[in-house]
């Protein structure tokens, strides 16, 4: 099925639309999964790249078309609690409290794998993640295939993950067969992988579902910090956390501080960068470049959103990145949202993205 050179088909839907499995869409989509296809799918979270996760060929293929390292697992997803057990062994009873709690939703649990899941899936682990997306698209897929789907973000390794359709395609066009588009995301960013296995549980990346709000159901949880020197990636608690990630090809400058620090910042770097015919691309947040700084010149800015709306940053990240990252921009400025909430998650993509973290205070 997946050719390197294949036409990759964009089917258009809206969530709001009739997603039963007759929609030709989804039928056509579910078809292709079944086949062994490659199919970009849209989540709550982030578009995912799926496959069906109990083809181990199909599996081989997302690892193929992304470029990414046969050691990093890929997390599954489901549209209902009966199809847990067809890829995992147990639900500790830990983990069936958070999976009740926000499911469908942006978390993803580890649970001991099933003996039926292929090992490529899992990178070899004896763990296998878990997610119940939240969107209908996703959902309406996965019930009419009525298989669970292996999906990373369907973005090449190492790059920016997409929140639409059109970032997909301009890394993934001819690698896969085909594209779901069902508009722009709405969190933004990937979901929130614990480990309910150990005690405390382990916090290993966060995203769309908040510490807080685990914390409010299971108690304290531990916050995996990857080591800096890094062993085999086996032997780490989970590999992505611990690599360079969302890099744009510009500097990623991260300033500690608020609006002073970023005003100040975008003098500094206006005056050496404009001296070399580059442009300094900034991510501002709602009402904090004055009228003095554009006047200077030399700046490209996307609007963030608003200042300490968490969810709303999340909501335009990539896409202000991606936005951002073009021809002639040689340094992205940014500000660093503290690590509250969803906070925490900005900042975790944000220091992985920044090639070094520099953090740049008044
Ligand atoms: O929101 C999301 O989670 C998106 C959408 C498409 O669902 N998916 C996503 O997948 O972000 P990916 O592959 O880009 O990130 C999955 C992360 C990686 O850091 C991987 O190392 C980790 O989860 N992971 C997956 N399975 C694991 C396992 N068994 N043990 C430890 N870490 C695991
Ligand atoms: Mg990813």
Redesign the pocket.
Known sequence: MYLSGVRTVRFTVSSSDDLSPETPAIAECATILHRGGLIAIP?E????LAANALDPAAVMRIFEAKGRPAW????V?VSTFEMVPRVAAESPALAQNLAERFWPG?L?L?LPKSTRLPNAV?AG?A???V?M?AHPVARALIAAADLPLA???ANRFGRI?PTTADHVLSELDGRIDAVLDAGATEVGV??T?LDPLRTPPLL??P?GVTREQIEAVVGPVELYSPPTHAPEPEAL?????AVRHYAPTARLVLLDGERDALLKAARDYVGSEGERGNYVGIMAPDGWIDETTLAAGGIVLFASGAWKDWAQLGRNLFAGLRYLDKPGVSVILCPLPSAEGMGLALRDRLVRAARTVIQYRQ
């Open positions: 989540t979270t982030v578009y995912g990093d697992p890929l997390i997803h942006p993803t580890l899992t682990r763990t296998v993640a997610r997306p999906a990373p973000s993950s990937e979901s992988v290993l990346r995203g608690a989970s590999p992505g956390p």
